[in-house]
């Protein structure tokens, strides 16, 4: 359910192990709302590419292996691995969500999956023998197995247990966009990430002129819908302000950037009960992360894998259930916990940043190589070798 990441991904690993499949969307137009990029952490890379879905993909993006870390007084705090770099070569990949989306469905369909449109789950019924589902347009449909990845604000994981917590805003928005035509220079390879006196300022440059950036920035809760009403010319004024007397290109970026985009930030620490009765969760639904560690989009990937792993070696739709919730529930929210610790240290108090300024580098000295993060990047997994049970 939901054709975002996790859900094309799902469908193609399930696939692979036998299942019949059907990807149930709620937005009519594939392409809606999706705004700006993402990095897909090279955990994600490794377990696309271990289902035969990598390169393809991947290919409107380019690699991002290397963090370089600055103080918003120009002064660089040091560098860190974006990712690991794998035997092939292949690194963590930066693209616009809009190219990834598309380049996942378009892997389903290459593998014989119907996508279906405007097709809005509204509920489920469970009476022991499979899973009926049902839809916003009265429409319906039974199915064995029904994998809830319709995202952070998920329908399924509320019909499974109406009990669930609602998610936690992080107190941040992500403000960003792509500029093309700026006069920067490029830095192919690298994520510039500015700690500012008031906000915090990321981007990468692939190519002279193009320029993937973002801001964070600190906000009372407030919706979607609410920002979009901002408008782009707004954005510049308020974020041109926020970046004022910062080192680094934050303000000519911004100030070339035509569609500027913005999300209330979210996360998921624990979601209680990931499964029921043949229905089950699977990425931002189970454990949405925030965006600081770049992981949401490879945890979601890694889920689908796992969770066709133990479809395929686990007797029993419900026993593999368990399995996949045991060997994931661990490490995504470990993930999500890590992410919400490297949110909350952005744009600290004058205090905070002079001490910050003075300590990381050292620490960042310890962190340079990708060993240092290895329990991020390294998920363990295969697909050949058989599933952990439980
Ligand atoms: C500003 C921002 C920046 C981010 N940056 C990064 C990053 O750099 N790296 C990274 O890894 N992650 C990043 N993330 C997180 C990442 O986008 C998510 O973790 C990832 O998209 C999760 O994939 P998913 O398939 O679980 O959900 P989604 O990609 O959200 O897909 C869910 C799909 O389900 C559909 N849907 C929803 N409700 C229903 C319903 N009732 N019926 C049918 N369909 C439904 C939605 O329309 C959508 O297509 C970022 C998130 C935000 C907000």
Redesign the pocket.
């Known amino acids: ?9 799902a469908a193609i690993a399930l696939t692979k192990v036998g299942f019949s499949t059907v990807v ?4 009519l137009d594939p392409d ?2 999706r705004g ?6 090279s955990n ?1 890379v490794d377990a696309l590419r271990l289902l035969g879905i990598g390169p393809r993909a991947l290919e409107a993006g380019f690699s991002t292996p290397r963090m370089v870390m600055w103080s918003g007084t120009g002064k660089r705090l040091g560098d860190v691995a974006n990712g690991r770099t794998s035997a092939d070569g292949s690194t963590s990949v ?1 693209i616009e ?1 809009r190219h990834l ?1 598309r380049g996942l469905r378009d892997e389903a369909s290459a593998h014989g999956i119907r996508i279906a449109h405007g ?4 509920g489920l019924a469970f009476d022991g023998d499979g899973v009926c589902v049902s ?2 347009d009265g429409s319906s449909d039974r199915a064995d197995l029904v994998v809830g ?8 994981r509320t019909l499974i247990d109406p009990s669930c917590p609602a998610p936690r805003y992080t107190g941040q ?2 403000v ?1 966009g792509i500029t093309r035509g700026a006069r920067i220079s490029a830095t192919p390879g690298e994520y510039h990430m500015i700690f500012g006196k008031r906000a915090f300022f990321g981007y990468s440059a692939p190519r002279a002129g193009e320029v993937y950036w ?1 801001a964070n920035v600190a906000e009372p809760e407030t919706t979607r819908e609410a920002l979009a009403a901002v408008g782009s010319d707004a954005w510049k004024a308020r974020l041109g302000a926020l970046f004022e007397g910062d080192a680094g290109p934050a303000i000519e970026a911004i100030a070339a950037t035509e569609n500027i ?6 996360d998921m620490p624990r979601v209680p009960i990931w499964r029921r009765e043949g229905a089950v969760l ?5 454990h ?4 600081s ?8 990937i890694e ?1 689908a894998l796992v969770l066709a792993k133990c479809l395929r070696d686990v007797d029993g739709i419900e026993p593999a259930l368990a399995a996949y919730e045991a060997q994931r529930r661990p490490r995504v929210e470990k993930v999500v916990k890590y992410s919400a610790r490297v949110g909350g240290t952005k744009v600290p108090g004058p205090f905070g940043r002079w001490l910050r300024d003075l300590v990381m580098p050292y620490v960042l000295s310890r962190y340079a190589n990708s060993d240092a993060h290895a329990w991020l990047y390294d998920s363990g997994l295969g697909w050949d070798e058989r599933a952990e049970t439980g």
């Open positions: 359910m939901g054709c975002g990441i996790g859900g094309p991904v149930y969307e709620a937005h809606h709302d700006s990029f993402l990095n897909t952490a994600g930066t969500r989306y097709k809005k789950l509204d839809f916003a990845a319709d995202g952070i604000h998920s329908r399924v928005l992500s960003g973002f985009v913005a999300y209330p930030i979210f699977l990425g931002d639904a189970a949405a992360t925030s965006p560690a770049g992981q949401g989009a490879a945890l979601a889920d």
